[in-house]
């Protein structure tokens, strides 16, 4: 049972702190929470590791995103998931789901409940099952430091491709797997700018619960990034991010790499929508190849 001052307990308990990864060049951010450590050489540690091997040794198989549970019993079990974002490669995905599966345990040491976060996937585990829930707790937000110099038309255009986002990351149906993918890309140009806009929930959750996830998480923008020409907002289950330059992977003239996510091959043009305002709000969804560009 869990009483109000228990909950509250448990909010100050999280701490998240922000941390450079040298090997993966990159930023990270952890969550770690849960009131009662586990200790060394307990059941839960056991399984714990466990449980994180799985995740990383399973991290590509349905489209990037894996759930596991170590252990028998009802206190001990370790429950967890590990979900790449579904522009990269099956390659890179990997790669970020070993390095935080090794990552978590030294940034969150002891903690029952943890969370990392990278750029191209994420890594979670608990002492309860968190599988199928949707979990609407924030994360993190991030507001790019540049404003927008003149905000005409800004955030209009910003509001309704989130809100086009929203919609078909939702609504994304694959019939043949296990879990939905639920991700949608956009590019909306207008004037001289061009916005581009990236939301995603974990595939467990029902199309209404990623709607109600991703509406929440905009939300949270005038926190973090009002005027800002680029934003990300993280809760647990779903995220997005905008920016006015690209930062997702879709290229329409590369051929695919054998690397890719293969249901991403079959159904790639389904996740982005390519829309020029200028020539008067013609939109159309574009069969860009989701490839890997060079992040530098
Ligand atoms: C999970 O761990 C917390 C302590 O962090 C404990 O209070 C709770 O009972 C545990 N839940 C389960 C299902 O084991
Ligand atoms: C994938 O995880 C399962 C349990 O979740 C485990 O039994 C299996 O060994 C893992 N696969 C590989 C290739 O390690
Ligand atoms: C992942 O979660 C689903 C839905 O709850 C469950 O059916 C499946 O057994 C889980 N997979 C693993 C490897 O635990
Ligand atoms: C979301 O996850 C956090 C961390 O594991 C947990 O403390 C919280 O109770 C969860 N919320 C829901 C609604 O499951
Ligand atoms: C693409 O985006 C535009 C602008 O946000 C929207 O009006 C249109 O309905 C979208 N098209 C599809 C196929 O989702
Ligand atoms: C799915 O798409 C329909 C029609 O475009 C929209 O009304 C609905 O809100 C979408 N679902 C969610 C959960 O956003």
Redesign the pocket.
């Known amino acids: 049972m869990w009483s109000f001052q228990r909950s509250l307990i448990a909010m100050v308990s999280i701490c998240s702190t922000l941390l450079s990864t040298p090997a993966a060049q990159n930023t990270a951010y952890t969550s770690c929470s849960g009131e009662a450590k586990y200790s060394p050489g307990s059941s839960f540690e056991a399984n714990l590791k466990l449980l994180l091997n799985f995740l990383s040794s399973n991290a590509t198989k349905n489209n990037g995103f894996y759930n596991a549970t170590a252990g028998q019993g009802s206190t001990e079990v370790a429950y967890g998931l590990s979900h790449c974002r579904s522009d990269f490669s099956s390659d890179i995905c990997q790669t970020c789901v070993s390095e935080a599966t090794k990552d978590i345990l030294t940034q969150c040491p002891k903690f029952k409940q943890a969370v990392i976060w990278y750029e191209e996937c994420f890594v979670r585990y608990s002492n309860r099952s968190i599988v199928a829930i949707n979990n609407e707790t924030l994360g993190w937000h991030f507001g790019n430091p540049s404003s927008v110099k003149t905000d005409a038309g800004f955030k209009q255009v910003l509001d309704?491709?989130l809100s086009?986002l929203v919609t078909?990351a939702s609504n994304v149906t694959l019939s043949h797997s296990k879990f939905n993918i639920r991700f949608a890309t956009?590019s909306?140009k207008y004037g001289a700018q061009t916005l581009y806009g990236l939301a995603q929930c974990t595939p467990d959750l029902s199309g209404n619960d990623c709607g109600h996830c991703l509406r929440k998480a905009i939300r949270f923008l005038p926190q973090c990034c009002d005027r800002k020409q680029g934003g990300r907002v993280v809760l647990y289950s779903c995220h997005f991010r905008y920016e006015v330059y690209p930062f997702f992977n879709i290229k329409d003239s590369a051929p695919s790499p054998p690397s890719t996510l293969s249901s991403l091959q079959k159904h790639k043009g389904i996740y982005h929508?390519e829309?020029d305002l200028s020539r008067g709000g013609s939109?159309k969804?574009s069969g860009g190849h989701m490839s890997p560009l060079n992040f530098s």
């Open positions: 309704s491709t086009d078909r956009e909306v929508n829309t939109s969804s």
